[in-house]
Every structure is written in structure tokens, then in C-alpha cells.
């Protein structure tokens, strides 16, 4: 069945440093991708999302590119802050069911110093 | 707009006990999902309904949990008897295919279950 794989954490890195967390996926159709986050003590939020090949997720600075060749989804961002400290999931969907369920990846805890 | 909200945001019981959880989606999401989100592991779908009929329910254990949506709005999901391992986040998520927002879900915060 479809599933997702990540890095597997926690990261730390310090303020400003560039930061790739690495995600690839198993799909037998055509899904869409997303990364969701989990600041401490909220609920899961879509950071952003790619729903076909080629296409660049972005939002706050974060970015991710839907690589079918490599089936991967990193998500980079070029100088993290401390606000970015969460967990970050990567997960798909398959976009062609009329009621898409969500594979969530293991998350990835990241921390960042001051 | 008002988000998924959830009900209630933390609970401790006894195992053998039995817990119920709410959920409210986003107005007009016809799409609703409750996940478990096991510490350290990324949420797992337990039941997904489309108005107030059941899409998905193969991952839900149906020996112990129970899930229902009247009226294709809320739903609860009760879990009779609860067993240790049962300690999770309950996540609702909604989704409306029809909107600007494609197969997007939005979560709620979640309720914390801790079973003694």
C-alpha cells in the first residue's frame, strides 16, 4: 500500500542554518503531497502542498518540489528561526478519491537554538 | 471561519473504563476523519466519513472502538473498554473536495488520552 518515509529526527540546528528534512513516498497512483506541522501544544497544520509533478510548495519560507523520478518531497528552508521549532509530518493523499484519506510519515521533531 | 473544534482537550481514565470524544468540523465539510497520533508516530486514520455514511473503517478496532456521525455534522468517537495502549491524541480532521481547497483536511486540536 501507499506510505510515506522520513528523515528521522530530532534535528537541531542553530538559528539561521539551512535546513533540508528529507521525505520520500511509496504510491501506486498519482497523489498529492503535503507537509504538515505541530507547533507544541497545537493542532497539525498544512504548511504547504504539491499536487502533481514538478510543482513547488511554499509558504513561510519553506519549500518543497514533487520529484516522481526520485518519488522524494524535501522540505528545505534556507535560514531557520527559533519560531520554527516544531514537528514536521510528511504525508500524501490520493487525489483521485472522491474522499482522500491522509498517510501521515512518522514526523520529524525539529529544534532550533538561539 | 471557525475551525474543527474538539471535545474535550485532555482525559485521564482507568483501563476498562469507557471515553468519548466530540467533534464539530468546519461548517459544510462534508468529509470527516478521526485519526490516533500515538506519541513519537505520525497520525493513523481510524474512520473517515462522507456525510453521515462511512467511507473508510478498516484500521478502526471495532471489538472496542465506535465512531458515529448523525445528521452528517458531529460525530462522536467512544472507545469501550479502553486498554493501556489506547493512551493517544484523537485528531478530527474535515475537508470539503468541493472547495477551493481540493482534497486539504483541517484538524482540530485534538484530545489528549491518557489510560492508567
Known amino acids: 500500500g501507499d506510505s510515506v518515509t522520513q528523515m528521522e529526527g530530532p534535528v537541531t540546528l542553530s538559528e539561521e542554518a539551512f535546513l533540508t528534512i528529507n521525505c520520500t513516498y511509496t504510491?501506486?497512483?498519482?497523489?498529492?503531497l503535503f507537509w504538515y506541522v505541530q507547533y507544541p501544544g497545537e493542532g497539525l497544520q498544512l504548511l504547504l502542498k504539491?499536487?502533481?509533478?514538478?510543482d513547488k510548495g511554499s509558504n513561510k519560507g519553506f519549500e518543497a518540489t514533487y520529484r516522481k523520478e526520485t518519488t522524494s518531497f524535501h522540505l528545505e528552508k534556507g535560514s531557520v528561526q527559533v519560531s520554527d521549532s516544531a514537528v514536521y509530518f510528511c504525508?500524501?493523499?490520493?487525489?483521485?478519491?472522491?474522499?482522500?484519506?491522509?498517510?501521515f510519515g512518522s514526523g520529524t521533531r525539529l529544534s532550533i537554538r538561539p | 471561519e471557525a475551525g474543527v473544534a474538539q471535545s474535550p482537550r485532555y482525559k485521564i481514565i482507568e483501563k476498562r473504563q469507557s471515553v468519548a470524544f466530540w467533534c464539530n468540523p468546519i461548517?459544510?465539510?462534508?468529509?470527516l476523519y478521526w485519526y490516533q497520533q500515538i506519541l513519537g508516530q505520525g497520525p493513523k486514520l481510524l474512520i473517515q466519513?462522507?456525510?453521515?455514511?462511512?467511507?473508510?473503517d478498516s484500521q478502526l478496532p471495532k471489538d472496542r472502538f465506535s465512531a458515529e456521525r448523525l445528521k452528517g455534522v458531529d460525530s462522536t468517537l467512544k472507545i469501550q473498554p479502553a486498554k493501556l495502549e489506547d493512551s493517544a491524541v484523537y485528531l478530527c480532521?474535515?475537508?470539503?473536495?468541493?472547495?477551493?481547497?481540493?482534497?486539504?483536511?483541517?484538524f482540530g486540536p485534538g484530545t489528549r488520552l491518557t489510560v492508567l
Open positions: 480532521a474535515s475537508s470539503d473536495r468541493y472547495s477551493g481547497s481540493g482534497n486539504e483536511q483541517f
Open positions: 504510491a501506486t497512483g498519482y497523489p498529492s
Open positions: 504539491a499536487t502533481k509533478a514538478d
Open positions: 504525508a500524501l493523499s490520493d487525489q483521485n478519491s472522491s474522499a482522500s484519506k491522509i498517510i
Open positions: 461548517s459544510g465539510h462534508a468529509t
Open positions: 466519513f462522507q456525510n453521515n455514511g462511512v467511507v473508510d
